[in-house]
T-cell receptor
Framework: DAGVTQSPTHLIKTRGQHVTLRCSPI?????VSWYQQVLGQGPQFIFQ???????GRGNFPDRFSARQFPNYSSELNVNALLLGDSALYLC?????????????FGDGTRLSIL | GENVEQHPSTLSVQEGDSAVIKCTYS??????FPWYKQELGKRPQLIID?????GEKKDQRIAVTLNKTAKHFSLHITETQPEDSAVYFC??????????????FGTGTLLAVQP
């Protein structure tokens, strides 16, 4: 079975641009969460979506937004990119939305801002 | 506040020795504690997890113990091998009153297994 898939794998943007990152969850998983991982640190929670509804939002500015589609895939959008947005963006899927659900990560999208 | 403390930040062991990584969490309502292994340039991989209704869980060479009273949990790796070398993260679902599955991650432990 395919795991969590993310695209693109790498992306280079300049300040002020916007970016869209994509994620397909494990088949049968209905919850998708997005995390940002800066080099040398653990992942930080950005959003959780379940059944196309936002379930939670981390401490990130409004430049970050996301959505989930009827097939449970998800997009993360970041506007007005800043140098500090350079990071590995990880998508994790779980079967359900609860806090004791195992989350499985994709390989991530490495975003570099010049 | 929401916090997961992880120690040590680096750990070097000889092949065959045991390694122990410890984490402390702040939210007494947390009931699920996963451990992730992340090799350089790769995704965090879920290697073991434990729920609050048990005190210990084992899977071959790895085990996790949980002390809910003290709010800490530990990862134990026995008979370490060079391929165990990676960064290990503990995590706990904190805050939100259970509305989300947001995980708060520890700061990571770089484990180096010397052949």
């Amino acid at each position: 079975d395919a795991g969590v898939t993310q695209s693109p794998t790498h992306l280079i943007k300049t300040r002020g641009q916007h970016v869209t990152l994509r994620c397909s969850p494990i088949s049968g998983h209905k919850s998708v969460s997005w995390y940002q991982q800066v080099l040398g640190q653990g992942p930080q929670f950005i959003f959780q979506y379940y059944e196309k509804e936002e379930r939670g939002r981390g401490n990130f500015p409004d430049r970050f937004s996301a959505r989930q589609f009827p097939n449970y895939s998800s997009e993360l959008n970041v506007n007005a990119l800043l140098l500090g947005d350079s990071a590995l963006y990880l998508c994790a899927s779980s079967f359900a939305a609860g806090r004791n659900q195992p989350q499985h990560f994709g390989d991530g999208t490495r975003l570099s801002i010049l | 506040g929401e916090n997961v403390e992880q120690h040590p930040s680096t750990l070097s062991v000889q092949e065959g020795d045991s390694a122990v990584i410890k984490c402390t969490y702040s939210d007494s309502a947390s009931n699920y504690f996963p451990w992730y292994k992340q090799e350089l340039g790769k995704r965090p991989q879920l290697i073991i997890d434990i729920r609050s209704n048990v005190g210990e869980k084992k899977d071959q060479r790895i085990a996790v113990t949980l002390n809910k009273t003290a709010k800490h949990f530990s990862l134990h790796i026995t008979e370490t091998q060079p391929e165990d070398s990676a960064v290990y993260f503990c995590a706990a679902p904190l805050g939100d009153g259970g509305a989300t599955n947001k995980l708060i991650f520890g700061t990571g432990t770089l484990l180096a297994v010397q052949p």
